[in-house]
């Protein structure tokens, strides 16, 4: 099998507006970029991923995908969901078996549990869904193959893509990754990567170091 992980990404000074109230814009575009660049390095740690596909109208995001040798889509969707639909078109094209969609705010991915989640045995027609931290949402999905299921990101999406993949005929299953629960949307998320920074090393070092900045800022 050949799988293709997907990333979306946002212009960064559009991205975590949910973020304002706490973060200035200046530090929001650093902190999406940090964290995009320390999730696009874990990605490209994955020894069962062939090719990696961004979906930005970002320059500073498309240049850290070339870094990668990803392939870079222009992004003219309106959404998430739309942006991820771009990307499984162009996993088709390459012929791909399998698509790993991923968002680029996951700054603590571990590709072994990358590696991990792709070797699960699965029915030819699956849908693989990792939840955020709350149960609700979808952090990711491993689509066998690439269009086994459109999929409908957003509030509430984890129980959605149970029943769109069992609608379009594919066998969901839920898959727990811990580095993949914690994507940052809120001020309340923000704490708690900052809270796991403070009880671990290695992974993540981008946005690390742009949240020591921001730390130093802020006391000053």
């Known amino acids: ?32 970029e940090s964290m995009f660049a320390d999730a696009m390095l874990a990605v490209s740690r994955v020894s069962s991923i062939d090719q990696i596909i961004v979906i930005t109208s970002d320059p500073i995001a498309s240049r850290i995908a070339a870094g990668h040798e990803a392939i870079v889509l222009d992004d003219t969707a309106h959404s998430h969901s739309e942006a991820a639909q771009l990307g499984i078109a162009r996993a088709l094209d390459l012929g791909a078996t399998r698509a790993l969609l991923i968002p680029g705010d996951c700054p603590l991915l571990d590709p072994a549990e990358l590696d991990e989640l792709i070797a699960r045995p699965v029915p ?29 990101f957003g509030e509430g999406s ?25 994507d940052i949307d809120t001020p309340e998320d923000l704490e708690v990567l900052i809270e796991r920074f403070a009880t671990t090393r290695g992974r993540a070092a981008h946005t690390r170091g742009m949240l020591s900045q921001l730390t130093r800022s802020q006391a000053g």
């Open 1 to 32: 099998m050949s799988t293709v992980a997907i990333l979306p990404s946002k212009r960064s000074e559009d991205a975590k507006q949910r973020l304002a109230p706490t973060v200035q814009l200046g530090h929001r575009r650093a902190l999406v």
């Open 124 to 152: 030819a027609r699956s849908v693989l869904i990792v939840p955020d931290r709350h149960g609700e949402g979808t952090n990711a999905l491993l689509l066998t193959p690439p269009d086994a299921m459109t999929p409908a």
């Open 158 to 182: 984890r129980r959605r893509h149970i029943e769109l993949a069992t609608a379009q005929g594919a066998m969901p299953e839920v898959v727990e990754l811990s580095s993949l629960e914690l």
